[in-house]
């Protein structure tokens, strides 16, 4: 995505939810995110061990 794609007031979003060990796939997305989020781009990461950890805290 840039900066010219997106249209004034339009939102861009994505997710990744992964699982250790990563992937050479998602080590070269984790190293590019930078460029989307300077564009722009609203990037959550879901780590499913600490969801986990937070939901057996309650």
Avoid: N, Q
Wanted: aromatic residues 12%; hydrophobic residues 45%; negative net charge.
């Amino acid at each position: 995505m840039s900066r010219a794609a997106a249209a004034p007031g339009a939102a861009w979003a994505g997710s990744t939810s992964f699982t250790r060990p990563l992937t050479d796939h998602l080590r070269f997305e984790f190293a590019h995110y930078r460029h989307s989020i300077a564009a722009g781009e609203d990037i959550r990461i879901l780590d499913p061990p600490f969801l986990e950890f937070l939901e057996e805290r309650g």
